[in-house]
């Protein structure tokens, strides 16, 4: 598998304010990275120190195989990290066209890129007349004029309506599919949970999960379960080597467990004990709230 990009226990500092701390993870080509976390978490502090924008304080990053300068390494990278500014008097493709002079570019790649993002027939309106979400979607053709390696995109549906974010979100599939690797930061789990392949969640600058984000949910999930007497079924439970957890929520009861269980085996090992059950539904935890364990404070002091 080749490398995009390693990070290796980055740190930051913006004064007194610990911004991230021993941040590690890795890109791979080919995959679609999220960054997850509230506001606040470190993800733009993370995206600017590696595009070189942002001091990091320690901790190492490395370009591809670490053989080139970081500025060298950036001519493959295409980012979006501020909202899209272009000159609002020129069009869509003027601006373009001034781009790919900027950064030697033919100019063939105007076009495929426009279609790409939706914007062909729109190419002679003037920049200042297009919606946030065109203007989202003009910046990233103009990203992807030198055809990247890595796409790198900070909240890219912030701000837009529900028919933009969907026309982003569709974009970025579409791009990925093409074999572009993506990095995007966001504050929305549904964003990551339907763009990304992986994810790495940061809460208050620290890694807390980073791996796939069907990973992410892929606990051993917990039984709902009732009997006639709910306290004898506690006490046989209480027991068994494969429970980890067991508590009382309105009138049923949640096991937890440590490895794996199925319904029958519970049910057969209840029945064995005497105990017939009248309700057993195996759940397990949606991303959501698994995202919101992840996340929730678990220091004090915080
Ligand atoms: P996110 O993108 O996840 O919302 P940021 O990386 O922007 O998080 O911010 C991480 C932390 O660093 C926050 O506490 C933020 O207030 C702080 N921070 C970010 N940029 C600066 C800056 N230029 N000066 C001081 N503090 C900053
Ligand atoms: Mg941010």
């Not at 080749?2 to 993870?25: D, P």
């Not at 006490?235 to 440590?258: C, M, R």
């Amino acid at each position: 598998m080749e490398t995009i990009l390693t990070i290796q226990n980055l740190s930051k500092k913006y004064g007194r304010i610990q911004a991230l701390k021993n941040v590690s993870f890795s890109i791979q080509k080919g995959h679609v990275y999220g960054i997850l976390g509230p506001n606040g978490s470190g993800k733009s502090t993370t995206l600017g120190i590696v595009l070189n924008v942002v001091n990091k304080t320690s901790g190492d990053y490395k370009w591809f195989d670490g053989n080139v300068q970081t500025h060298d390494a950036l001519k493959k990278v295409g980012a979006i990290i501020e909202r899209p500014n272009f000159y609002p008097y020129m069009t869509a493709e003027e601006n373009l066209k001034l781009v790919c002079k900027i950064k030697s570019i033919n100019y063939s790649k105007i076009e495929e890129k426009l279609n790409l993002v939706g914007l062909m027939e729109r190419k002679d309106s003037r920049f200042s007349t297009f919606s946030l979400g065109m203007k989202q979607r003009l910046a990233i053709a103009s990203a992807l004029l030198n055809d990247p390696e890595i796409l790198i995109l900070d909240e890219p549906t912030n701000g837009l309506d529900p028919q933009g974010i969907h026309q982003i979100r569709d974009i970025i599939k579409e791009i990925a599919s093409q074999g572009t690797t993506i990095l995007l930061a966001s504050h929305l789990l549904d964003e990551v949970e339907k763009v990304c392949s992986h994810v790495v969640v940061l809460r208050k600058g620290e890694v807390l999960y980073s791996g796939s984000v069907d990973g992410m949910s892929a606990n051993e999930g917990f039984f709902e379960v009732s009997s006639n007497d709910n306290l004898a079924l506690k006490s046989v439970l209480y027991n068994h080597p494969s429970i980890a957890e067991i508590k009382d929520e309105d009138g049923k009861v949640l096991i937890y467990l440590k490895s794996e269980l199925s319904a029958s085996e519970l049910n057969q090992f209840l029945f064995s004990k005497n105990i017939i059950l009248s309700h057993l539904v195996k759940r397990k935890n949606s991303l959501e709230a698994q995202f919101l364990e992840l996340t929730k404070n678990t220091n004090p002091k915080n």
